[in-house]
Each structure stands twice: as C-alpha cells, then as structure tokens.
C-alpha cells in the first residue's frame, strides 16, 4: 500500500543549499515545499497542512526564531528543526526555548540532517498514537488535554493557546506548591529577565475567565502572596 508523502516546509533563503536540500529530501520520499524567508513561511504554514518544518534563523522579512514563536503560539506540537549558521550555545538554546524539536548547525552532514528529518517524524507519529486519555488532567467536571490544548471550562469547551496550555501544565504539575512568575516567564516565555511578571498576571486572568466561576474569588488558580500562583485540584462542584 502506497503511503501518502510526509509534507515538509524547508525555509532557507540560501537558494543552492535550499534547492540541494530539496532535492535530497524528495529523494528520501518528502514532499518538499520551499519558502525562501519567514514571511511566505508562515503564510505556507497558515493555509497548508505539514508533517513538519525545516527551519533557517537568519531569514529576510520574518526571522526565523519569530516564526517558530508564532508556530508554538497557535500550534504546540508541531515539529520544528532548526537549521542555523548560528551555532553559538546561546542560539541553541533560544531556539530550543521557542520550542524547537531540534537543532542543527551549519554546515551539517547531510546523512544526519536526513537521520533527524527521520527521527522527529517518527516521535510525532508515536505521539499521535499516544495521545490517549493520559494527556488529559481532570478537575472538578472540568478538564484539559495538555497535547491538544483543547479543555472543558466553567462554560463549555475551549481551545487554548500553546502558552495558555502551557502555564496550566506548569501550575498542575507542581501539586499546590506555589510557582512564581519569574519562573513562569522563563519555562513559558523563555525570557531570562524578570521585568515583565505582568505578562504573567494577564494570563491567570484570561485563565481564571476560562476555568473559576467566580474569576475574581478563584478556586483552582490561586495567587500566593509573595510567591506567585498555584493550583488545587478540588473536586468540590464550582459554585
Ligand atoms: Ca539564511
């Protein structure tokens, strides 16, 4: 039986690497579609379906960290390697930090470009098969499925953002320790600066719209004074 082609988006402004990329991948069985800067990336990306994506950083229009940025906001799970001349630690790990799958520095082998290619289409099939009720955290009559973002609140079904999702996991995670919000910036937003912690208030607000009855007398999501935010799993009816 004939399977139908993995599609992957390649984004590199670099026309020969870029071509001879192509190339190589389209002999291994991808279907490839080329966007040679970030821009016509993210339109690509808006209005077609791909298994995952190719990624240069240093791009004309739209940078390509911003693009991943903008991908993870909407989507959290869709695969991204990074391909870069930026091979410094620190690159590394902002790309990593917005959410990248992984990371390879130019110039590469291409054996081994083709062997991550491989090897993060094969987790996001695994995924996909595992993406069972084990994702999903319940609380109350309400939930949230931590892959898909998608969760049940105060007032019917929502989807949330990959950050909205991401802050949830955080808070869930630590079993009603408090997390500050220095903490929540940085494992969120990847910022390592602790000037923006209002970034953070303004999500437990929209989140507490979704999941508290009474937004401004919370229940789950509580502000620890000092200390930041947690979560109690009460079982107790919202009301
Ligand atoms: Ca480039």
């Known amino acids: 039986m004939e399977k139908t082609p993995k599609r992957i988006l390649l984004v590199e402004d670099e026309i020969n690497l870029a071509k001879g990329l ?5 002999r291994e069985g991808y279907e490839v579609i080329l966007a040679d800067n970030g821009q016509s990336a993210l339109e690509y990306w808006a209005s077609e379906q791909f298994d995952m994506l190719i990624l240069d950083l240093m791009l004309p229009k739209i940078g390509g960290i911003e693009v991943a940025r903008k991908i993870r906001e909407e989507n959290i799970r869709f ?18 930090e917005v959410g990248a799958d992984d990371y390879i520095a130019k110039p590469f ?8 290619v491989k090897g993060i289409l094969r987790r996001r099939d695994w995924y996909g098969e595992a993406e069972t009720e084990k994702d999903i955290f319940h609380f109350s009559d309400m939930w949230i499925n931590f892959v898909t ?6 007032r019917g079904e929502i989807q949330l953002t990959a950050r909205e ?3 949830m996991q955080l808070l869930v995670s630590r079993k009603e320790e408090p997390v500050s919000r220095e903490e929540l910036l940085q494992k969120v937003w990847g910022y390592i600066s602790a000037t923006e912690t209002r970034t ?5 607000v929209r989140l507490r719209k979704y999941f508290e009855k009474n937004p401004k007398k919370p229940k789950y999501i509580l502000t620890v004074r000092e200390k930041g935010y947690k979560f109690i799993r009460t079982f107790e009816k919202n009301g």
Do not use: C, W, Y
């Open 200 to 204: 953070v208030d303004n999500f437990i």
């Open 79 to 96: 695969p991204i390697l990074i391909l870069s001349a930026k091979s410094t630690d620190e690159d590394r790990a902002l790309g990593l």
């Open 22 to 26: 192509k190339f190589n991948l389209e």
């Open 149 to 154: 973002g998608k969760a049940m609140g105060m």
């Open 109 to 116: 082998h291409l054996p081994e470009l083709l062997l991550r």
């Open 165 to 167: 999702t991401q802050v």
